[in-house]
């Protein structure tokens, strides 16, 4: 893929966006049957699956802890998510993301209501372009709470970014590759807390501000259609429907 002379062109993205326009964004939650909880996510061409077991014993017992449980997640791209066909299996980035996915979700789970036992979130890119570990991570929340584990508050994630010198709501697979900076923010909404911050790139003090603030502003959209899509699931059909 050749550079592209600009990504904003008359204050518009390639695609056709405002700067702090997000992409079309669908949730559904409870998608699989064998699942304890999940939740599907299409943010652009991305197309998300998250699936949630548990709370269940720990195995090996070694592994438990006494006074919580674990919580385990495995991010995965399948290696038709992406044009060239991506080798199956772990990688260094998947593992990366899992990880880092799981520390933006402890701080809303009571674990200790479950000592000795084991949640495992596994979350798999059917489809990538761009911003997957923030779709994994919206999914993976409200699979969380389609599961009925108690949270203090779903978790919301975005990616901002700078491309020609400009400040960016959830970016495109050209303006990750092209543009300067990329940074996914998680946020547990109402609280109005950041659960995982990353940065490829650098911003000036202005611009970080203004980007998170950017990101709050689209965590805040993310919120409503996890929260519609747990209602839509859960809401109380009149008779004959």
């Not at 996510?41 to 802890?65: I, S, T």
């Not at 084991?118 to 994994?136: K, N, P, S, W, Y």
């Not at 923010?185 to 609280?191: D, E, G, L, T």
């Not at 911003?203 to 209602?231: N, P």
Request: glycine share 6%.
């Amino acid at each position: 893929m050749e550079k592209p002379e600009k990504l904003i062109i008359d204050g518009k993205r390639l695609d056709g966006r405002a700067p702090e326009e997000m992409r079309p964004l669908k949730i559904e939650a409870g998608v699989l049957k064998r699942a304890d909880g999940s939740a599907y996510v299409e943010l652009g061409e991305n197309k998300v699956l998250a699936a949630v077991y548990g709370p269940r014993e720990m195995h090996p017992r070694h592994l438990q802890r006494p006074d919580t449980a674990v919580l385990r997640c495995r991010y995965n791209m399948a290696p038709f998510s992406v044009e060239e066909r991506k080798r199956p299996g772990p990688d260094r980035r998947s593992v990366e993301i899992s990880k880092v996915t799981r520390q933006a979700l402890e701080p809303v789970l009571f674990l200790e209501l479950y000592p000795r036992s084991v949640i495992d979130i596994f979350i798999e890119v059917l489809q990538a372009d761009a911003g997957t570990r923030t779709a994994g991570i919206t999914a993976a929340a409200v699979a969380l709470a389609d599961a009925g584990i108690p949270m203090r508050d779903l978790v919301s994630s975005v990616a901002v970014g700078k491309i020609d010198d400009m400040i960016v709501l959830d970016l495109t697979k050209e303006e990750d590759q092209w543009g300067t900076t990329d940074m996914p923010v998680a946020i547990v909404p109402r609280k109005k807390l950041v659960s995982l911050l990353q940065m490829d790139g650098n911003l000036t003090e202005e611009e970080f501000k203004r980007a998170l603030d950017l990101a709050f502003r689209g965590c805040e959209q993310i919120y409503q259609a996890q929260r519609q899509a747990l209602k839509e699931k859960y809401a109380i059909k009149p008779e004959g429907e």
